[in-house]
């Protein structure tokens, strides 16, 4: 019998309780991976401490204590971003830290919380606030800088991802919500779409959407897509789609024909 070509195998690569990291603590709010590279684990008893896991050498954590409401290591390189809410405000303190060189590269004080946060880049966070969403480099002095203001689709939504494509030219943000009165337990998913060279937004219905390049026949320069999947209702009937679309297509080449298909979306 001929081999299963498998479009993703599974192998596990270590436990967490195989490093003393009590269970209580495997939750969304306590651990991120932000890539393949690291885990970080944020404990708070017996004592508050953050558990840095190298997946090149996942046996030797690194446990500092560390209080913070949220960390993150950076997908790349030992750079740990931290956020803590300051007492009796709404307001998060953000902190950037060289973990080879002990460092602290640099600092800021929002003036709104941040509900999700995550490295989009090496050297960018993307930071959403329940208004607004901001790009924070690691490098020079810069402060946050608000790239877009969230569209009312995504008005009391959680926020569950957000994306730049590898030029930085375009943005997504993905949230969700209850589903209708009468069909509760369908989540309703929403996308903003934002095109930073037209400044220009665009909300879509949408769970979860990623951007990739593709060459078209006749066309040296590759094609700028966004691929987004949809789950939504008509005529009593859930329907699960995945769209793909080119975004900014080029005057005068071949360009990307807008495709969909349907999707077993459970």
């Known amino acids: 019998m001929a081999a299963v070509n498998h479009p993703i195998t599974i192998r596990e690569a270590l436990t967490l309780t195989s490093l003393g990291i009590n269970p209580q603590f495997f939750t969304f709010t306590h651990v991120t991976m932000e890539s393949e590279k690291y885990i970080c684990v944020r404990e708070t008893s017996p004592q508050n401490s953050i558990i840095i896991v190298d997946m090149s050498m996942p046996m030797q954590p690194l446990r500092r204590p560390i209080?913070?409401?949220?960390?993150?290591?950076?997908?790349?390189?030992?750079?740990?971003?931290?956020k803590a809410q300051l007492a009796g405000t709404t307001h998060d303190h953000l902190q950037i830290f060289n973990i080879e060189m002990k460092l602290k590269i640099k600092s800021y004080q929002m003036p709104e919380q941040v509900v999700f946060w995550k490295w989009i880049t090496?050297?960018?966070?993307?930071?959403?606030?329940?208004?607004?969403?901001?790009?924070?480099?690691?490098?020079?002095?810069?402060?946050p800088v608000k790239m877009f203001e969230r569209t009312a689709n995504l008005s009391g939504n959680q926020i569950?991802?957000?994306?730049?494509?590898?030029?930085?030219?375009?943005?997504?943000?993905?949230?969700?919500?209850?589903?209708?009165?009468?069909?509760?337990?369908?989540?309703?998913?929403?996308?903003?779409?934002?095109?930073?060279?037209?400044?220009?937004?665009?909300?879509?219905?949408?769970?979860?959407?990623?951007?990739?390049?593709?060459?078209?026949?006749?066309?040296?320069?590759?094609?700028?897509l966004i691929c987004f999947a949809s789950k939504t209702m008509n005529a009593g009937q859930i329907i699960c789609k995945l769209h793909f679309i080119e975004l900014g297509a080029q005057p005068g080449k071949p360009g990307f024909t807008k495709k969909q298909s349907d999707l077993f979306f459970p």
């Not at 930073?196 to 320069?221: I, M, P, T, W, Y």
């Open 122 to 143: 090496p050297k960018l966070l993307g930071l959403v606030t329940p208004t607004s969403v901001y790009h924070w480099s690691i490098e020079g002095e810069s402060e």
């Open 160 to 224: 569950i991802n957000y994306h730049c494509d590898p030029y930085e030219k375009w943005l997504v943000l993905i949230g969700i919500a209850p589903g209708a009165p009468e069909r509760p337990q369908l989540v309703r998913g929403n996308m903003q779409l934002f095109s930073v060279d037209q400044q220009r937004s665009q909300a879509l219905e949408a769970h979860a959407a990623a951007f990739a390049f593709f060459k078209v026949a006749g066309n040296e320069n590759p094609s700028s």
């Open 67 to 82: 209080t913070a409401d949220s960390a993150l290591m950076n997908p790349d390189i030992r750079i740990l971003a931290l």
